[in-house]
C-alpha cells in the first residue's frame, strides 16, 4: 500500500444517521488533515493535525469529529449532518517542519451524500 | 486576509499551449503551489515555487513574481488527459497553512 488512502468513496446518510470516513497514510508524514471541497469553491480546510495533535479547527460545525489515534490514521465521525454538508471531504499529508515545502498528499476523497 | 483567484473555465486544443493565471494576496508568503485534479480523483502535485522565475519540467512549466502577486502554470503540446481542474495554492507564512483557490477546469479538445 502507498500513498493516502480513504474508505469509504461513498457514503449516503440521513440526518439523523451517524457515521464515519477514514484515512490512513502510508508515507510516514507527521501531518494529517482533512478538507472539504464543494462544487465551484474553493477547498476548505477543516482540521490538522501534527503529530497527533489537533492544531487547527478552522471554526467547523461540532457535528464534524476528527480523530487522531496516530500519525497514520485519521477519522472524521458524522452525526446530525445537514443536506448543505454533502461535499467531497479530501483526506491529506505533509511532513511538517520549517524544512519542508508543506507539499499536501491527498487521498481519492469520500464523497458525502446527506439525504 | 486571503485572496486566490483563477479563471473558472479554460478551452484549448490538443496539442496547443495555454496559460493558467493565479493572483494571490495574503499577509504573508511561502510558497505557492500548483496541483492537478482530475474528475473523480485525488488533487496531485505539480510543482511549487517560493523564488520569483520560471520552474520546469517537462511539458509543464511554472512562473512566479512575489511582488505582482502573481502565478502562471503554462502546459505545452496539450494532451487530452491534461483536462482536468488545476488547482492554485499559497502557503501563508504566519499559519503555515495552504490556501487555495477555487481552480481553473481546462478541457482540451481534438
Known amino acids: 500500500e502507498t500513498g493516502v488512502t480513504q474508505t469509504p468513496r461513498h457514503l449516503v446518510m440521513g440526518m439523523t444517521n451517524k457515521k464515519s470516513l477514514k484515512c490512513e497514510q502510508h508515507?510516514?508524514?507527521?501531518?494529517m488533515y482533512w478538507y472539504k471541497q464543494s462544487a465551484k469553491k474553493p477547498l476548505e480546510l477543516m482540521f490538522v493535525?501534527?503529530?497527533?495533535?489537533?492544531?487547527e479547527n478552522n471554526s467547523v460545525p461540532s457535528r464534524f469529529s476528527p480523530e487522531c489515534p496516530n500519525s497514520s490514521h485519521l477519522f472524521l465521525h458524522l452525526h446530525t449532518l445537514q443536506p448543505e454538508d454533502s461535499a467531497l471531504y479530501l483526506c491529506?499529508?505533509?511532513?511538517?517542519?520549517?524544512?519542508?515545502?508543506?507539499?499536501?498528499?491527498f487521498g481519492e476523497g469520500s464523497r458525502l451524500t446527506v439525504l | 486576509g486571503q485572496n486566490i483567484d483563477q479563471p473558472t473555465e479554460m478551452t484549448a486544443t490538443e496539442g496547443a499551449i495555454v496559460q493558467i493565471n493565479c493572483t494571490y494576496q495574503?499577509?504573508?508568503?511561502?510558497?505557492l503551489f500548483w496541483y492537478q485534479q482530475h474528475a473523480g480523483e485525488a488533487p496531485t502535485f505539480l510543482s511549487y515555487?517560493?523564488?520569483?522565475g520560471l520552474e520546469e519540467k517537462g511539458r509543464f512549466s511554472s512562473f512566479l513574481s512575489r511582488s505582482k502577486g502573481y502565478s502562471y502554470l503554462l502546459l505545452k503540446e496539450l494532451q487530452m488527459k491534461d483536462s482536468a481542474s488545476y488547482l492554485c495554492a499559497v502557503r501563508d507564512r504566519g499559519t503555515d497553512k495552504l490556501i487555495f483557490g477555487t481552480g481553473t477546469r481546462l478541457q482540451v479538445f481534438p
Open positions: 508515507l510516514g508524514h507527521n501531518a
Open positions: 515555487n517560493v523564488l520569483d
Open positions: 491529506a499529508s505533509s511532513q511538517a517542519g520549517l524544512a519542508a515545502t508543506g507539499e499536501l498528499f
Open positions: 493535525y501534527n503529530f497527533k495533535e489537533q492544531t
Open positions: 495574503t499577509s504573508g508568503f511561502n510558497g
